[in-house]
């Protein structure tokens, strides 16, 4: 299981759960994102862009409303554009914690959780075409697959550092006991 988990305790083996519990969540949270009509999925971006515009931006509210809502359409696709990438980049970061309870090697693991992310993707963009207002895109696809690709990676980062931060901390565990 990795760093995450103990495989050995019985406490370890419900938990062995967790990341997949955390994966179907994440995917339905998806699902009922894509489910949204046009409008809705157009309020969601634009209140997004508009809550952002007022943390990151500190003259935005010196702005007239007028020119407010023109400053927020006009950043809406990359707004949607980027929660497409991090969507997919925490589902690519929880099917790889949740693929490393296998046995296989890393490749293996890298490989099955970037293919189950991307083929997500493309069943997502299909259910879109079916939702009003919404249209399945192949750029969609490429965007999450790269999204994905990135979370897997963010998880082998995480996964290296805790190793490292264990080992420090072991080492000062042994310092300390032999005081």
Not at 46 to 62: E, I, L, Y
Not at 95 to 110: E, P
Not at 130 to 147: C, I
Request: glycine share 8%.
């Amino acid at each position: 299981m990795g760093i995450f988990v103990k495989k050995s305790s019985r406490k370890g083996r419900w938990l062995s759960f967790l990341p997949w519990v955390l994966t179907f969540l994440w995917m339905g949270m998806i699902f009922l994102f894509s489910a949204q009509d046009a409008a809705g999925s157009s309020q969601l971006s634009g209140q997004t862009a508009f809550h952002s515009a007022f943390w990151f931006w500190p003259g935005f509210s010196a702005l007239s409303p007028e020119e407010q809502l023109a400053w927020v359409e006009s950043v809406q696709f990359w707004v949607r554009k980027s929660a497409h990438f991090l969507v997919y980049a925490g589902l690519g970061f929880l099917l790889c914690w949740s693929f490393s309870s296998l046995s296989w090697g890393s490749r293996k693991k890298i490989v099955l959780a970037w293919l189950t992310g991307t083929f997500y993707a493309a069943t997502d963009e299909f259910h879109q075409l079916f939702v009003p207002g919404r249209s399945g895109q192949l750029r969609d696809v490429l965007l999450d697959s790269a999204g994905v690709l990135t979370g897997i990676f963010l998880f082998f980062v995480a996964e290296i550092l805790c190793k490292k931060i264990k080992a420090a901390a072991n080492a000062v565990a042994k310092r300390i006991g032999k005081n």
